[in-house]
């Protein structure tokens, strides 16, 4: 029996025993299926903040939107209680429209348009980051109330996408930043840090985290009183790595430098961690092409998919990601496995997805599947040459969905599968606003 919520932004399908790889599957036998289209499994994105919540308890998560803003992601975060890292007025409008508290929000960019900052003021959103002076002097025309989080940098050794080539002031330059705050008669509340995106060395989180006590001590040795710190993002997010080695350097650091008991709030901002592995991406063959000899012996194939790098596989690029693609259905056992190329569907050269693979045989119209494709894909692509962007569709496993009825608060109503029901009184406190999608968007239906 298929069941399906519009709980979420849209309507979502509730996964009994089947899988992801079933899910694809039926919805690419439908012949009118050309498109790319997502798999989203909110049941991935719950775990994960389960996972968090175990391992690194002393640590609030706030999302950080830019990783990928889709909806349904936004409105399950925003009903666990999860805070969000916004960049921009735009995704800080997107999450209030959820309901949430403007002090579930941080403005975490070090440098901010006015209108921006402007905005945030009008939104009732104080708590922003800064690296650079000429922010104090923006924040003080436009926020001087604002509560501002000094962004130090501290590089890991080896990361995906490092930032501190751009953001953060060298902790020994933090002082004279402080100084003009406090000239300013600014309020510092708090530090920050962003060790890179991908972060391969774990380590580097407690230099981050013993950099930041010393930053703290500067501030109240001026006699600011902060108490926030933010331990940025970089944490993995695939299916084949752990929070395990992290959390435990986090976590020593923490007990080291800001021992429980200390009045220092403890914010992260996990972009990756939450999104990349609930993200399964399916492309269809649209061409192909043989290059020969020759003598016209084919040497490799080009395929040619229906999502490129100016779409869905722009993580390639500016997040220098390694795709992988899964047949969607198996080969033959033993079948011969031959040197390709994956090509995306625009004009340009440059729209090369994988140089060199072996793959077995594969025609037009198959499909190739993509797993972990949730972090930095969708949130950075375009419609370039006229392709339209994947549609997400979304699954709820059985068991997470009676976990969010739980969570979301007994008044939450869940009747049988086979029925249809309403979830009526969602009073628990984030669904208490009047503009939140959720409450407004609480009926589920079954179909056969
Ligand atoms: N916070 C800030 C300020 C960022 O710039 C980013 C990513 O660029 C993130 C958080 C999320 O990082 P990640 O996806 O590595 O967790």
């Given at each position: 029996?298929k069941?399906e919520?519009?709980?979420?932004s849209?309507?979502?399908h509730?996964l009994?025993d089947?899988t992801?790889m079933?899910?694809?599957?039926?919805?690419?036998r439908?012949?009118?299926?050309e498109d790319?289209f997502y798999?989203?499994?909110?049941?991935?994105?719950?775990?994960k903040?389960k996972?968090?919540?175990?391992?690194?308890?002393r640590?609030d998560p706030?999302?950080?939107?830019?990783?990928?803003?889709d909806?349904?992601?936004?409105e399950?975060?925003?009903a666990?209680?999860?805070?969000?890292?916004c960049?921009?007025?735009?995704?800080?409008?997107?999450?209030?429209?959820?309901g949430v508290?403007?002090?579930r929000?941080?403005?975490a960019h070090?440098?901010?348009?006015v209108?921006?900052?402007r905005q945030?003021a009008k939104?009732?959103i104080?708590?922003?980051t800064?690296?650079n002076?000429?922010e104090l002097?923006?924040v003080k025309a436009?926020f001087?109330s604002a509560k501002l989080?000094l962004?130090?940098?501290?590089?890991a050794?080896?990361?995906?996408?490092?930032?501190?080539?751009k953001?953060?002031?060298?902790?020994?330059d933090?002082?004279?930043?402080?100084a003009t705050?406090r000239?300013?008669d600014l309020?510092?509340v708090?530090?920050?840090?962003?060790?890179?995106s991908?972060?391969?060395e774990p380590a580097?989180?407690?230099?981050a985290?013993?950099?930041?006590?010393q930053?703290?001590e500067?501030?109240?040795?001026?006699?600011f009183t902060?108490?926030?710190l933010?331990i940025?993002?970089?944490?993995?997010g695939t299916r084949?790595?752990?929070l395990?080695?992290?959390?435990?350097y986090?976590?020593k650091?923490l007990e080291?430098?800001?021992?429980e008991?200390c009045?220092v709030?403890?914010?992260?901002?996990?972009?990756?961690?939450v999104?990349?592995s609930?993200?399964t991406?399916a492309?269809?063959i649209?061409a192909?092409r043989?290059v020969?000899d020759?003598n016209?012996?084919?040497?490799?194939?080009?395929?040619?998919?229906n999502?490129?790098v100016?779409?869905?596989f722009?993580c390639?690029?500016y997040?220098h990601q390694?795709v992988?693609?899964?047949?969607?259905?198996?080969?033959?056992?033993g079948e011969?496995?031959?040197?390709?190329?994956?090509w995306?569907?625009?004009c340009?050269?440059?729209?090369?997805?994988?140089?060199?693979i072996?793959?077995?045989?594969?025609s037009c119209g198959?499909?190739?599947?993509?797993?972990?494709?949730?972090a930095y894909?969708?949130?950075a692509?375009?419609?370039?040459?006229?392709?339209p962007?994947?549609?997400?569709h979304?699954?709820?496993?059985?068991?997470?969905w009676?976990y969010?009825e739980e969570h979301l608060g007994s008044s939450?109503?869940?009747?049988?599968v086979?029925?249809?029901?309403i979830?009526?009184?969602?009073s628990?406190?984030?669904?208490?606003?009047e503009?939140?999608l959720?409450a407004?968007k609480n009926v589920?239906?079954?179909c056969?």
């Amino acid at each position: 029996m298929k069941v399906e919520c519009n709980f979420f932004s849209g309507s979502a399908h509730i996964l009994n025993d089947e899988t992801i790889m079933d899910i694809i599957k039926e919805l690419a036998r439908d012949p009118g299926q050309e498109d790319p289209f997502y798999v989203l499994d909110v049941g991935d994105i719950v775990q994960k903040i389960k996972v968090w919540k175990l391992k690194m308890p002393r640590v609030d998560p706030f999302y950080a939107v830019k990783c990928n803003d889709d909806p349904t992601v936004l409105e399950i975060l925003a009903a666990l209680g999860i805070g969000f890292d916004c960049a921009s007025k735009a995704e800080m409008q997107k999450v209030l429209q959820l309901g949430v508290d403007p002090s579930r929000i941080i403005y975490a960019h070090p440098c901010k348009p006015v209108s921006h900052i402007r905005q945030a003021a009008k939104f009732n959103i104080p708590l922003m980051t800064f690296d650079n002076e000429s922010e104090l002097h923006k924040v003080k025309a436009y926020f001087p109330s604002a509560k501002l989080v000094l962004r130090l940098r501290c590089d890991a050794a080896k990361v995906q996408c490092p930032l501190g080539i751009k953001f953060g002031v060298l902790p020994e330059d933090a002082g004279v930043l402080l100084a003009t705050a406090r000239t300013l008669d600014l309020n510092i509340v708090g530090v920050s840090f962003h060790v890179g995106s991908g972060c391969r060395e774990p380590a580097v989180f407690h230099r981050a985290i013993a950099a930041a006590k010393q930053v703290f001590e500067q501030a109240e040795a001026l006699g600011f009183t902060p108490n926030l710190l933010d331990i940025g993002g970089g944490f993995p997010g695939t299916r084949s790595s752990s929070l395990d080695e992290v959390s435990d350097y986090i976590n020593k650091a923490l007990e080291e430098f800001f021992p429980e008991g200390c009045g220092v709030k403890i914010i992260a901002e996990p972009g990756r961690y939450v999104v990349a592995s609930a993200f399964t991406l399916a492309t269809n063959i649209l061409a192909m092409r043989e290059v020969c000899d020759d003598n016209g012996f084919i040497l490799s194939t080009m395929y040619y998919i229906n999502d490129g790098v100016y779409g869905s596989f722009n993580c390639t690029i500016y997040d220098h990601q390694v795709v992988y693609p899964v047949l969607l259905e198996e080969p033959a056992v033993g079948e011969h496995h031959m040197s390709c190329s994956i090509w995306g569907p625009t004009c340009d050269g440059l729209d090369q997805v994988i140089s060199e693979i072996q793959l077995p045989r594969l025609s037009c119209g198959d499909w190739l599947v993509w797993p972990e494709m949730g972090a930095y894909t969708l949130a950075a692509a375009g419609t370039f040459n006229g392709f339209p962007l994947p549609k997400v569709h979304v699954v709820v496993p059985y068991h997470t969905w009676l976990y969010l009825e739980e969570h979301l608060g007994s008044s939450v109503r869940f009747t049988s599968v086979d029925g249809t029901g309403i979830l009526d009184d969602c009073s628990s406190p984030s669904l208490r606003d009047e503009d939140s999608l959720l409450a407004k968007k609480n009926v589920y239906r079954t179909c056969s």
